[in-house]
Antibody, heavy 127, light 107 residues
Framework: QVQLVQSGAEVKKPGASVKVSCKTS????????LHWVRQAPGHSLEWMGW????????KYLQRFQGRVTITRDTSASTVDMELSSLTSEDTAVYYC????????????????????WGQGTLVTVSS | DIQMTQSPSTLSASVGDRVTITCRAS??????LAWYQQKPGKAPKLLIY???NLENGVPSRFSGGGSGTGFTLTISSLQPDDFATYYC?????????FGQGTKVEIK
């Protein structure tokens, strides 16, 4: 079965960086785009960026541009998300999520709908 | 960015009630709308995509409708497992955005 398992909770000081890992299994890793979505305490969901796990292409929400980096390791079926220059506003649960993907007779498309999610990783930024 | 507004923010209901949540987009998104259910401390779960398509394994008491800028999620007969927070998400335009959530609580 499809599984996305994330690394454990982190506590960081302001200005530091954090890297969250997402290990996938149960499907062909390189066929599905992976996204990162975060949720601050008591708030809604915010999409941060995605990575094409086949070719490594990434796209980030503009307000995170320059601060977030998403990478993948195809041999380990793992995606990492690193966020730098942390502030208290970055305190949140970070989720990886698989793109649903739609396939026609000839090609497949990312749908930007999230059908499987990791369990979430709490990142706390505090001095 | 497209703004997604859900109403109500909180809904109190009883087991067996028919419940409807509304999601409104700040501009047209055709039918590119999804609904998620989230329970405390858990990741969101995809319920419905493309306005009305039920994800595999989702009970048929859930249904979605609408188009353009107005959408609904209906639970035909609320079950104990359905008390949760529900989010809509548009994926018509970059960046995909979520509503603020509707909490369905026990009356």
């Amino acid at each position: 079965q499809v599984q996305l398992v994330q690394s454990g909770a982190e506590v960081k000081k302001p200005g530091a960086s954090v890297k969250v890992s997402c290990k996938t299994s149960g499907y062909t890793f390189t066929k599905y785009t992976l996204h990162w979505v975060r949720q601050a305490p008591g708030h809604s969901l915010e999409w941060m960026g995605w990575i094409n796990t086949g070719n490594g292409t990434t796209k980030y929400l503009q307000r995170f541009q320059g601060r977030v980096t998403i990478t993948r390791d195809t041999s380990a079926s793992t995606v990492d998300m690193e966020l730098s220059s942390l502030t208290s506003e970055d305190t949140a649960v970070y989720y990886c999520a698989r793109d649903q993907r739609y396939c026609s007779a000839t090609t497949c498309y990312s749908m930007f709908v999230f059908d499987y999610w990791g369990q979430g990783t709490l990142v706390t930024v505090s001095s | 960015d497209i703004q997604m507004t859900q109403s109500p923010s909180t809904l109190s209901a009883s087991v067996g009630d028919r419940v409807t949540i509304t999601c409104r987009a700040s501009q047209t998104i055709s039918k590119w709308l999804a609904w998620y259910q989230q329970k405390p401390g858990k990741a969101p779960k995809l319920l419905i995509y493309k306005t009305s398509n039920l994800e595999n394994g989702v009970p048929s008491r859930f249904s979605g409708g609408g188009s353009g800028t107005g959408f609904t999620l209906t639970i035909s007969s609320l079950q104990p497992d359905d008390f949760a927070t529900y989010y809509c998400q548009q994926y018509h335009s970059y960046p995909q955005t979520f509503g603020q959530g509707t909490k369905v609580e026990i009356k």
